[in-house]
């Protein structure tokens, strides 16, 4: 949304930032620093006034329903409304405390019923459906626009009968309702949790680097020593290095538990009732599954197709886990144990039989990945792929103090946006890594640039020492810059059509695609570089490092295909009536799939954010393994060009898929840049699994 609101909050008291027609901080930016979680509540109740007026006035229109004055009226409506959501819910995620928990559990409902509103609005879905695009002579953005508003339209149930739409209503409010709960619930669990390690038995096994992660998250809470908590920056490090078996359990059964502890903030019953109103929502629609719902608006298209894919990949690698398991049960022999392998000890067995087949230690390659290195190679890529230059910001609002701000440009100085980078991990913020927006890019009254933030949860080193990254962490913030640069290089008119705003299984592939160059030999040999020396990582350290990147991946295919087999499978089989028991409904497919015991989801329902925490994911995890055949297949192109930097494809690469927004079905969108769709063979091939 524009900084500049043309109508707005003038109503509010004037101490309220969100009464200012226009933010004069530096870009834009939300000030930060002035806004407070009382100003929440007014902001959000006269924003919400506006938008129902701007959208009645639209309904009732006495002219004749055209693209301009229904269509794009309801573009330009809500920018109040976007900007105030747009920093509470950034912040909500990132940097939440009491205060805006309760509003965000206020303020949810009344959200859901106020876009329930608008979607099941009789008058204004009439004039949306009388609108004749070759009569108009609309631009394709144009027609692109009016099909999806369309399509938004019915699948909120803007076609049904009004007792129906009722209960689509009534739906809507009470999702939004448990969504919060569950996440809220998920925080609550992970925020509460610290394992003590106290003295040198406690900590026997843990390098420095985990060492002094542990003592920082103990200085956080206010604590003495060293403490392990559920983040995953440092749980899974732990697993990895602990000597201590009976710590390692403890540490992993509290982690894989989160959401089902059986008190206030149990997520079973939470799940029971979203699986089920969900499941009711479907069949209003006439679909004969949510899982059949959700597909229908996807590059899949159906649950077969994605459930085909799924079962393609997880053949080759539930034997490849098998084979796995085996060798890491020979060692556990082999040092004179007689336990069977556990799941909580895989990843302590898997980083000796690593060391043991590629004398790679985890340790050893940190050293050559400190944060600051590794921002600069990916700023660097972006550079070199599409022209990109970043400039720091010092003297600008932040919601932390941990929080930095670049000023992202062309190569002929042109302003392309701001990034935000928010690194750390911290009881105020959720578990995971992801990408938002504080503001979108469009240009349907000017230019607008957006300002996008990637969150990530990294073990914060002690104070003045630098933090260094596993080679998983480095593939993670590759992973989120990619959504960044999907949101920063958006070339689009209209807001609906923006960055990200595309199919939920083809929105992986900038992220993902992005990863590749990681990966690549030029740009470790640049940018991986010791934090203490600054010497380049020994080339043998790195073709180690490089040869080992299809270690494990049994075990890490497994955990998340079983992951997203049970998502669909719970939203094609449940239909809810009188509840389900959810965890035992995951046990049961996770039977009938055969999953080796030794291994678990990646996320196990009570804790699954991804699918319950709201709808982005839901009946879609399997979405970052369809995006990773378009990947593997996308990252060729480049490679059959002989340059991973070849200009003319990274120029069809920014067009098509990065700049391109939703102006293109993602079928037509990847055949364009690609001259065609894509096979599986690359992603086996890429994950080790090709026969």
Not at 267 to 274: D, F, G, P, Q, T
Not at 301 to 310: K, S
Not at 371 to 390: P, Q, V
């Given at each position: 949304m524009p900084d500049h609101l043309a109508a707005g909050l003038d109503r509010l008291p004037q101490d309220n930032p969100f009464s200012e027609d226009r933010w004069s901080t530096p870009y834009g930016l939300p000030p930060f620093e002035r806004i407070r979680p009382e100003h929440y509540r007014p902001a959000f109740d006269a924003a919400l006034a506006v938008h129902e007026a701007e959208i009645a006035a639209i309904a009732a229109d006495p002219e004749a329903p055209t693209f301009a004055n229904t269509v794009a009226a309801m573009e330009r409506a809500g920018r109040a409304l976007d900007r105030v959501a747009g920093v509470f819910y950034n912040l909500t995620g990132s940097h939440t405390n009491p205060d805006l928990q309760a509003i965000e559990r206020e303020i949810g409902p009344k959200l859901a019923r106020h876009g329930s509103a608008i979607y099941l609005n009789p008058q204004l879905f009439a004039r949306i459906s009388a609108i004749d695009p070759e009569g108009e002579s609309l631009t394709d953005e144009e027609k692109r626009v009016l099909a999806r508003i369309r399509i938004r339209f019915r699948r909120a149930g803007a076609e049904l009968a009004p007792e129906a739409k009722a209960r689509m209503a009534a739906i809507a409010e009470r999702l939004s309702q448990l969504g919060t709960q569950f996440s809220q619930n998920l925080l609550a669990d992970e925020s509460s949790f610290t394992l003590p390690l106290n003295g040198e038995d406690d900590l026997a096994g843990l390098p420095p680097f985990l060492r002094a992660a542990a003592a920082s998250a103990a200085r956080e809470r206010g604590l003495d020593g060293h403490v392990i908590t559920l983040s995953r920056s440092l749980i899974e490090p732990f697993l990895v290095f602990s000597t201590r078996r009976d710590?390692?359990?403890?540490?992993?059964?509290?982690?894989?538990?989160?959401?089902?502890?059986?008190?206030?903030?149990?997520?079973?019953?939470?799940?029971?009732?979203?699986?089920?109103?969900?499941?009711?929502?479907?069949?209003?629609?006439?679909?004969?599954?949510?899982?059949?719902?959700?597909?229908?608006?996807?590059?899949?298209?159906?649950?077969?197709?994605?459930?085909?894919?799924?079962?393609?990949?997880?053949?080759?690698?539930?034997?490849?886990?098998?084979?796995?398991?085996?060798?890491?049960?020979?060692?556990?022999?082999?040092?004179?144990?007689?336990?069977?392998?556990?799941?909580?000890?895989?990843?302590?067995?898997?980083?000796?039989?690593?060391?043991?087949?590629?004398?790679?230690?985890?340790?050893?390659?940190?050293?050559?990945?400190?944060?600051?290195?590794?921002?600069?190679?990916?700023?660097?890529?972006?550079?070199?792929?599409?022209?990109?230059?970043?400039?720091?910001?010092?003297?600008?609002?932040?919601?932390?103090?941990?929080?930095?701000?670049?000023?992202?440009?062309?190569?002929?100085?042109?302003?392309?946006?701001?990034?935000?980078?928010?690194?750390?991990?911290?009881?105020?913020?959720?578990?995971?890594?992801?990408m938002s927006a504080f503001r979108s890019q469009e240009r349907l009254d000017g230019p607008v640039t957006p300002i996008i933030v990637n969150v990530m949860n990294f073990a914060k080193a002690p104070e003045g020492q630098p933090t260094l990254l596993s080679f998983d962490d480095a593939r993670t913030l590759f992973h989120e810059f990619g959504h960044a640069l999907h949101g920063l290089l958006s070339d689009v008119t209209y807001p609906m059509l923006a960055g990200t705003a595309v199919s939920s299984d083809f929105v992986e592939l900038p992220s993902q695609l992005y990863e590749h160059w990681l990966e690549q030999p030029e740009i470790l040999r640049a940018h991986a570089r010791h934090h203490e020396t600054g010497a380049p990582m020994p080339e043998d350290l790195l073709a180690r490092m490089l040869a080992a990147r299809t270690f494990n991946q049994g075990f890490a295919t497994v955990e998340y295909t079983a992951s997203a087999l049970v998502d669909m499978t719970l939203h094609l089989s449940a239909e809810g009536e009188g509840g389900i028991d959810i965890p035992a409904f995951e046990e049961d497919t996770l039977r009938r799939i055969a999953i080796p015991q030794e291994i678990a989801m990646r996320h196990r329902s009570p804790h699954f954010a991804h699918i319950f925490g709201g709808e982005g994911y839901a009946a879609g995890y399997y979405s970052y393994l369809w995006s990773e055949v378009l990947d593997a297949d996308a990252f060729d192109a480049f490679r059959e060009a002989g340059d991973i930097f070849h200009p003319e494809t990274a120029a069809r690469l920014r067009t098509y898929i990065y700049g391109a927004g939703n102006l293109r079905d993602p079928r037509a969108a990847y055949t364009a840049f690609r001259g065609r769709l894509p096979s599986i063979q690359p992603l086996l091939k890429k994950r080790g699994l090709a026969a």
């Open positions: 710590l390692r359990e403890r540490a992993y059964e509290a982690w894989i538990r989160r959401g089902e502890s059986g008190g206030d903030t149990d997520n079973r019953s939470v799940m029971a009732e979203i699986v089920k109103l969900r499941a009711e929502r479907a069949r209003l629609l006439g679909y004969d599954s949510y899982a059949h719902f959700k597909l229908d608006d996807t590059m899949a298209a159906t649950p077969d197709a994605a459930m085909e894919l799924l079962r393609d990949v997880w053949t080759p690698a539930r034997a490849r886990a098998l084979s796995e398991r085996d060798r890491l049960q020979a060692i556990v022999q082999a040092e004179g144990h007689n336990f069977p392998l556990r799941a909580h000890d895989w990843r302590h067995y898997a980083e000796k039989l690593r060391r043991a087949e590629h004398d790679l230690d985890e340790s050893e390659v940190k050293a050559y990945l400190p944060l600051e290195r590794m921002i600069a190679a990916s700023f660097d890529t972006a550079s070199r792929l599409f022209g990109l230059t970043f400039e720091e910001l010092q003297d600008v609002p932040r919601y932390h103090p941990d929080l930095r701000v670049w000023r992202v440009g062309n190569a002929d100085g042109g302003e392309v946006g701001l990034f935000l980078g928010d690194y750390f991990a911290r009881a105020s913020k959720r578990s995971g890594a992801w």
